[in-house]
């Protein structure tokens, strides 16, 4: 990645006028050493497998079997609770008892760290006393304590509550012990292993998150909100409005959550919340499945929240529960798993596009490694894609968008890479002058290792194919999405987006490196050595001093204000530049007496005002980057032009020109229609409205 950003490149002729042709550089040239630094290094490596292939031979004739390649668990693998897992059920419960009680706790003086210390102490000691002295027979029991799961999610609680809901998380595993004559284990081993585990995480994230109002960003918000309020206005998606990161991720999930709980902000929180319940267990289920191992999935689940501590981040939740379904088919030798796998990948383009993509090279490279008969999960990953898209094509179809669908996806939103490509970002010059400790805590310098380590291995191990053994198939996908989503860092140097996967991936690769046999062979003790590293970069210690304090007091943010005028600004805060903006659109609103129907042409990318007040967006795109080429420019023209609905346009607010680069250069032929068609009118500070020449009612004074 690092070559990458020293080759020569330069802008492409009839580029569109976007950041890469602003700073004078081609983004393909970006993705094509990507795909170069990717794709040659793994041919290389196809002819270093065959000789390597040629000593495996050798090796069998000589009676010399290989330590990683067989995929059959061991008796103790095959238990439901395993003694690694039994210890990672007493840290999840000891972790949700932790949330529970550290609000109370802290406020009458107990630090958050000696309370978590000795809530593991208390747990461990519960399941050695249920189980009479066996830790994986008291380990049940603790499954018990899910039923207080749901607390976190109910916002703030007095004091008293949150006491009574911690210490019904210690009394209910024992009150389970007491009807186990009720032979309840087999249910709670289950509940334990598949609500417990990951849930102990969501809720502590809840608690941590949800316990205030969210900040509202009508640029941000605005990609879903907007088209969220055309489809609840009857609009149909890529016909009427571009969903530009996929049509759940922007729009679909949003009105969902609306239709349910509510046609405002309140009602668009709580759809967040709901379907933020799978963004944690989707890591725990990565892990899980690419080893059959509940322990491993724990261990990255808890690896990746000290990387990216939030409550949820809906794009990326249906990739990562597909990628964990893609590794567990790759082990498991299943047809109905690969089928699973191929609905999901086509049911991935309709949810976040860039995700998908990337979903689609881990299957791939699940498919090359997995077990069994190649050809035949090959077929059936394609019998399930054909069924996904062919129900999805009949769906569009009746709609009467099938034909928009595919062009926008597949061709429209790809073409949009000179449009938005920042290409790699440049480590930072005095990072050179810093310890390495200070270049490791760099998340785009630990990225950049991480992929080339990634790259690396995957060079050495993918043309093996299925012989690389179970330990390298669990990780071999994974690493494959974080090098397929150095795309992210290419298109907007979102250096979290290939994060995602790297806690998981970690996990999996210091497995790798242990092998199997005793804990005291170097290979353990450096694979147990580079965990304890990793985690110590992340400082955790830091990071649940925070959340305590989160969790303890949930401070607004200073300078927010709650709005309830426009009614769908309620359930949410707002900062002063996003308030003054609302204050601006409702003033210009009475001041031309805006009446029911009519709207104005956002030429500054605030798609969320749309969605504020309940106005139709008179074009089909929510930012302006989407037409700058000629074609798309004309067809806003139109579109304005005889919507007589279209009084005024917003020409500049707060926020600003995306990446620096002003919208009049971005799209100079609707500039100079809106400069010849509408006159300023109403100016709040940096915002300001334009008026139709025939719609004026009180022009602007002059400055």
Known sequence: MILATLLPRHPARGQLPGYAAARGFDPRIDVLCLILLSGLPILAGAGGSRAAAAVLRRRRRAGVSPSDSSDAPSRAQQALLTFPTALCAVAAHALLVWTLLVAPLSAGGVTSLALLVGLLAVSLGLVLALGGGRLRDGAVFLGAACAVLPFPFLGRRPAALWLAAGAAALALPIAARLISRL??????????????????????????????????????????????????????????????????????????????????????????????????????????????????????????????????????????????????????????????????????????????????????????????????????????????????????????????????TFVFIPSLLPVYAQSFPRLPVELGRRSGIDLLRDGTAFLYGFAALSLVLLATLLPAGPRVGHRARAMLPLLGWILAAMLSVVERQHVGYPFFAVPVALVLMLRWLRGGGSSRTPRALASAAALVAVVWLWRPVPLLVAVARAIEDPRLPPQAVAIDDPPRARGALFGQRDARLIRATAEMMRRARFLPGETWLDFDDVAGLYFLFDRDCPIRYYEVPFYESEEAQREVIAAVTRNRRVRAALMSSDYGAIDGIPNSARAPLVAAFLREHFRPFHRDGPVEFWLREDAAEAPLPAP
């Open 183 to 408: 032979r309840p284990e087999a249910f709670l081993r289950a509940v334990t292993l598949a609500v417990l585990l990951p849930g102990s995480v969501t809720a502590l994230a809840a608690a941590a998150v949800l316990g205030r109002p969210g900040v509202a960003d009508l640029f941000e918000d605005g990609h879903s909100l907007l088209p969220a309020s055309e489809y609840l206005r009857g609009e149909l998606p890529y016909r009427d409005i571009v969903p530009g990161h996929g049509l759940v991720a922007d729009g679909l999930l949003q009105t969902a959550s609306m239709k349910l709980f509510g046609d405002d902000y309140r009602g668009v929180r709580r759809g967040e919340k709901l379907f933020g319940l799978f963004f944690w267990p989707a890591f725990y289920a990565l892990g899980y499945a690419a080893t059959g191992s509940p322990a491993m999935g724990f261990g990255g689940l808890i690896l990746s929240s000290l990387c990216f501590p939030q409550y949820a981040f809906p794009r990326v939740i249906v990739s990562l529960w597909t990628l964990a379904l893609a590794t567990y088919a790759s082990r498991a030798k299943k047809p109905a798993a690969w089928f699973l796998c191929g609905a999901a990948l086509s049911g991935n383009f309709c949810v976040a596009i860039d995700f998908a993509s990337y979903t689609a090279v881990g299957a791939a490279i699940a498919l090359w490694v997995g077990r069994g008969r190649r050809n035949v999960h090959a077929v059936f990953l394609l019998l399930g894609a054909v069924a996904a898209s062919a129900a999805i094509a009949v769906a569009f179809a009746i709609l009467g968008v099938l034909r928009d669908f595919a062009a926008t």
